[in-house]
């Protein structure tokens, strides 16, 4: 019985710790996400902004 115990806290403690490697992973991947969208969102502000500019050299560039 006493060797039980310390075989039963190590098994839940392997079961237990891809949860939070996948939980880390998950929030990782959201923080990206988020950020490739603000980015994309910026990129097109600044595309608009370049159509709207009257002036043919800038635009060309």
């Not at 950020?35 to 608009?48: P, T, Y």
């Amino acid at each position: 019985m006493d060797t039980l115990i310390p075989s039963l806290s190590q098994l839940i403690e392997f079961a237990v710790a891809p949860v939070f490697l996948l939980t880390g992973i998950a929030g990782f991947l959201n923080v990206m996400s988020s950020r490739l969208g603000r980015i994309s969102d910026r990129v097109r502000v600044a595309e608009r902004q370049i159509h709207t500019l009257s002036d043919p050299h800038i635009v060309d560039r």
